[in-house]
């Protein structure tokens, strides 16, 4: 017997951006929430890092980090890439640490 997904109802579809210091200078993107939507965080990050010419992976249940601030350029390359993710749908929280 099969026992339904009831957390991937429950949860909101929501994607978080935020940046997360990485020594003096450097910075890391995080993008959290993709899985919501059903999108392969694998296949997800190898765009990221061709299309940013950075490394990016999956960390955790659902969370992408890319290497460098790019989180201006996610509002508009995601929507683009993938259809199901309204621009309306993303959402900044700004600078946060990494736990």
Same mark, same amino acid.
């Given at each position: 017997?099969?026992?339904?997904?009831?957390?991937?109802?429950?949860?909101?579809?929501?994607?978080?951006?935020?940046?997360?210091?990485?020594?003096?200078?450097?910075?890391?993107?995080? %993008?959290? =929430?993709?899985?919501?939507?059903? +999108?392969?965080?694998? !296949?997800?990050?190898?765009? &990221?890092?061709?299309?940013? $010419?950075?490394?990016?992976? %999956?960390? =955790?249940?659902?969370?992408?980090? +890319?290497?460098?601030? !790019?989180?201006?350029?996610? &509002?508009?390359?995601?929507? $683009?890439?993938?259809?199901?993710?309204?621009?309306?749908?993303?959402?900044? +929280?700004?600078?946060?640490?990494?736990?």
């Amino acid at each position: 017997m099969m026992k339904a997904k009831k957390k991937e109802a429950e949860q909101e579809k929501k994607i978080i951006l935020s940046i997360a210091p990485r020594g003096k200078k450097k910075a890391v993107t995080v %993008v959290q =929430g993709m899985k919501t939507f059903g +999108i392969d965080l694998k !296949v997800a990050s190898k765009f &990221f890092s061709s299309k940013f $010419a950075c490394s990016s992976s %999956v960390t =955790g249940d659902d969370e992408i980090v +890319i290497q460098g601030d !790019v989180k201006d350029e996610l &509002f508009d390359v995601l929507p $683009a890439k993938f259809p199901e993710i309204d621009e309306d749908l993303i959402d900044d +929280i700004g600078e946060r640490k990494r736990s």
